[in-house]
Nanobody
């Protein structure tokens, strides 16, 4: 059974930083591209960042480019999202996902975590 478990969310002031983690089990981790998505209240889930199977390629939404960094540790079956210079509009539930293809569309991902709440106060 595939499980993706996020951690690291919380409340932070604008301009602050947080690092999210996503631990994967039940799959051959190095065979999957991984992604982060987020969903704010009343809005659709949106792409945040993705990383290829090897970690050699990454892609970001324009809204987070230069502020967020996605990385992965294949030995630990874990991906990370380092978030700096956080803004109130970054407030959302952040979820990680695993898929066979390196992509920014939700449909490319087969497995999803439950999500972790990130709240940025102004």
């Amino acid at each position: 059974q595939v499980q993706l478990v996020e951690s690291g969310g919380g409340l932070v002031q604008a301009g602050g930083s947080l690092t999210l983690s996503c631990a994967a089990s039940g799959l051959t981790f190095s065979s999957y591209a991984m992604g982060w998505f987020r969903q704010a209240p009343g809005k659709e889930r949106e792409f945040v960042a993705t990383i290829s199977r090897s970690g050699g390629s990454t892609n970001y939404a324009d809204s987070v480019k230069g502020r967020f960094t996605i990385s992965r540790g294949n030995a630990k079956n874990t991906i990370y999202l380092q978030m700096n210079s956080l803004k109130p509009e970054d407030t959302a539930v952040y979820s990680c996902a695993a898929g066979e293809n390196y992509a920014y569309t939700r449909s490319a991902y087969s497995y999803w975590g439950q999500g972790t709440q990130v709240t940025v106060s102004s």
